[in-house]
């Protein structure tokens, strides 16, 4: 009797643990590609994860322009579930490699037609919100050195500049590359090239992240970085000197987007951050950071972000941008590569 109520303990204790193991088990790691600020990761994956308990959502972060290369470098074998908060232009650009498989996830007829591929049925990329070039200027460092508040894209390549400003590399940052393909867009390719020309002669060096132009002109590293607007935003809110401007002539964007994988072997799970990412909830989880979100209706105003800048969002064609990437990112190196900082 004794050894039958022992052997019941036992048994009964490894159907609890083999339970415990089976529930641990039963997560579906998801592997997800992403170019969105590390300091907001972690949000989105607790806010997702409360919804499907059952996923576990494995982060691959880096910037647009390293992200898209690790990308491409993958192309014959994609090693990612599914690409979330990547440049909508370098979606585009991977689709040219049967980089996903079309998926319309639950709600996405309910976003902005212009802000998710209406081309492919079902899309191929859908997008979630819009980052937006911006210039970070520290009013205190600016005082030191008498340098007067920019207000366009041609005051910063005046004289009095010289040495004091700093932009993103094209080559490795999405912010980088919205700025050039902007200028081009709005100037057309000779004026833009002769514009970054008078331009590079007042860079005191070119980063390899978008935000820290912003972060290094916050911290009174820089006088003024060249960024986009919820880093400015943000460091502002947070106490920094600054003054964040949306240059007279029109800001260049991009869209942070998302396109589930062909080859991934978690569908089920890439489909349900996909269904989830269109929802109310995660658009206006988008809205707390950044003014333009992909849902009508529920973008509120963000605090410090230039006033009327979604105004001076510039027309950019997404597919120019993408058919000419390598071509533009090309060309700038060679002319400018020399003032960018060493790699890591």
Known sequence: MKFA????????GLALALSHTTSATAKTDLLVYTAVEADELKKFKKAFEADYPDVNIKWVRDS???????????KENPKADIVWGVAATSLLLLSKYNYFQGYAPKGVEKLEKKYYDTKNNPPLWVGQRAWIASVCYN????????????TSWADLTKGVYKGHVIMPNPNSSGTGFLDVSSWIQMQGEENAWKYMDALHENI????????????????????????????????KNAGAPLEVVAPSEGVGWDLEAFGIVRNTKNLKAARALADWSVTEKANRIYN???????????????????????????????????????????EWRKRYDGKSEPKK
């Open 204 to 235: 005191a060096r070119y980063t390899h992240s978008g935000s820290k132009p912003c972060k290094l002109a916050a911290k009174g590293e820089i006088p003024i970085g060249v960024s986009f607007a919820y880093r400015g935003a943000k460091s």
């Open 288 to 330: 707390e950071e950044y003014a333009v979100v992909a849902m009508p209706g529920i973008a509120k105003p963000v605090k410090n972000f230039p006033p009327g800048i979604e105004a001076k969002m510039i027309q950019n064609n997404f597919q120019w941008a993408a058919n000419n990437r390598i071509r533009v990112l090309d």
């Open 5 to 12: 109520k022992t052997f019941a303990l036992l048994a009964g």
């Open 64 to 74: 647009t322009g390293i992200i898209t290369s690790k990308l491409l470098a993958e």
């Open 139 to 150: 009013t205190v460092e600016a005082g030191k050195h008498n340098l007067p508040l920019p």
